[in-house]
C-alpha cells in the first residue's frame, strides 16, 4: 500500500533532517507522528518514528542530567573572558565582585559565607567581563592582605 505523505508531513520530515539539536528533533517527529496517515501502508515508518523519538528523548534527558550534575561548580563564560577570583577566605575576593559588578555576593568578617562560584559581568570601556567569586578551599586559612 502506498504511503500517500502529505506535503505537511514531508515538510515536518525535512525539519528533522535538518534538526541539531535533540529538542528541535524531538519536535519534528512529534509533528511527524501526529500528522502521519494512520494507515496499514505507514505501519512500519510509524514504529520507526516512535523508536527515534524515544532513542532522542533517552539521549536528551542523559544530557540534562549531566548539566545538573555540574550545574554549581560549573559557570557558562559570558562576555569577552571569564575571570575566576581564587584565593584564601577573608581576602576580599566577594567584595571586590560586589565592588566591580552588579552580583551581590555575601560579605563578611568570617571565613567560609560563600559556598558556591557566583558570577558578575563588570565592565571597562565598552567591554564585559564575567566575574567569579568562588569560595575558599576548607584547607586554607585567612591570610588577609592587609593589616588588622
Ligand atoms: N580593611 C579592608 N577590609 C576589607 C577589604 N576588602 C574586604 N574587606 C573586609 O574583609 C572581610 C571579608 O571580605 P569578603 O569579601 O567576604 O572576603 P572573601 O572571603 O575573600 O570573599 C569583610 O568584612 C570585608 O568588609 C579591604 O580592601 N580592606
Ligand atoms: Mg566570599
Given at each position: 500500500m502506498p504511503a500517500n505523505l502529505t506535503p505537511l508531513y514531508l515538510e515536518a520530515e525535512k525539519r528533522y533532517r535538518e534538526a541539531k539539536t535533540q529538542e528541535e528533533k524531538i519536535a519534528a517527529l512529534e509533528e511527524m507522528l501526529a500528522i502521519i496517515p494512520k494507515h496499514k501502508g505507514t505501519d512500519r515508518l510509524q514504529a520507526d518514528i516512535k523508536r527515534r523519538l524515544s532513542k532522542h528523548k533517552e539521549e536528551s534527558q542523559k544530557k540534562k542530567g549531566a548539566q545538573i550534575q555540574r550545574s554549581i561548580f560549573h559557570i557558562d563564560k559570558e562576555g569577552a573572558a571569564q575571570v575566576v577570583i581564587i584565593g584564601?577566605?577573608?581576602?576580599?575576593k566577594s567584595s571586590l565582585v560586589d565592588k566591580l559588578t552588579k552580583a551581590s555576593p555575601e560579605i563578611a568578617d568570617f571565613p567560609h559565607t560563600t559556598h558556591k562560584p557566583t558570577p558578575g559581568m563588570a565592565q571597562y570601556e565598552n567591554i564585559q567581563f564575567q566575574l567569579v567569586d568562588t569560595p575558599p578551599s576548607p584547607a586554607n586559612t585567612s591570610t588577609r592582605p592587609w593589616p588588622t
Open positions: 584564601p577566605p577573608n581576602t576580599g
